[in-house]
């Protein structure tokens, strides 16, 4: 079936460095796309999300970067902190219009001190 | 933000055993969704919990497993019913206010079945 998947299961950055972490999907359908970082015994913490008319958007230290073509989506963190090391997950909502949404396997980010 | 906190927060059971969480929201939303997490894998949707009806439940999931209800806007329960071990897994709940396009998780439930 359709799903949403990641190209790397774990990532590690050098602190200070940009962070990279890469997801596609497969369902064209899907108009609604969001981020969450899980820290080690919390639930997921809403990073930033994205909608399908849009390429990009920025928040705070974060970029998201979506390619419809190629069904790809990316979150770029700019100066990664330690405290940024977590698993991150994509979502998307696999219907246009929908609110449930589905996950990734999801990346697991190590940040290096 | 949405505050969400859940109860238990964790629980070890028997097995045949059931257990019922709870989820309670600080403000009234629109959409409450139960997801499983296994150990360490991603989050699966269980269900959308519907105030005043039955639950929408996704493929693989069914009602007499995992009842939920959802008395009002603010508060929903999912029960894990005939425990075995393969149940145990992170369970939580998330919250969509449509106005602020973001869905919100609890902190969740750690089960463990023996």
């Known amino acids: 079936g359709e799903s949403v998947g990641l190209h790397l299961p774990t990532l590690s950055v050098q602190e200070g460095d940009n962070s990279i972490i890469n997801c596609a999907y497969s369902?064209?359908?899907?108009?609604?796309f969001i981020w969450y970082k899980q820290e080690s015994g919390k639930g997921p913490q809403f990073i930033i999300d994205?909608?399908?008319?849009?390429d990009k958007r920025q928040g705070q230290r974060v970029t998201v970067l979506l390619n419809k073509t190629v069904k790809h989506l990316s979150l770029q963190i700019a100066a990664t902190q330690p405290g940024d090391s977590a698993v991150y997950f994509c979502?998307?909502?696999?219907?246009?219009?929908?609110?449930?949404?589905?996950f990734g396997t999801g990346t697991r980010l190590t940040v290096i001190p | 933000s949405a505050v969400i906190s859940q109860k238990p927060s964790r629980d070890i059971c028997q097995r045949g055993t059931s257990l019922t969480i709870q989820c309670q929201v600080d403000s009234q939303v629109t959409m409450m969704f139960w997801y499983r997490q296994q150990p360490g894998q991603s989050l699966t949707l269980i269900a959308t919990a519907n105030q005043g009806s039955e639950a929408t439940y996704e493929s693989g999931f069914v009602i007499d497993k995992f009842p939920i209800s959802r008395p009002n806007l603010t508060f929903s329960t999912l029960t894990v019913s005939n425990m075995s071990p393969e149940d145990s897994s992170i369970y939580l709940c998330?919250?969509?206010?449509?106005?602020?396009?973001?869905?919100?998780f609890g902190p969740g439930t750690r089960l463990t079945v023996l």
């Open positions: 994205i909608r399908s008319n849009m």
């Open positions: 979502a998307e909502n696999m219907e246009t219009g929908a609110n449930n949404l589905f």
């Open positions: 369902n064209s359908a899907s108009d609604y």
């Open positions: 998330s919250v969509d206010r449509l106005a602020y396009n973001e869905q919100f």
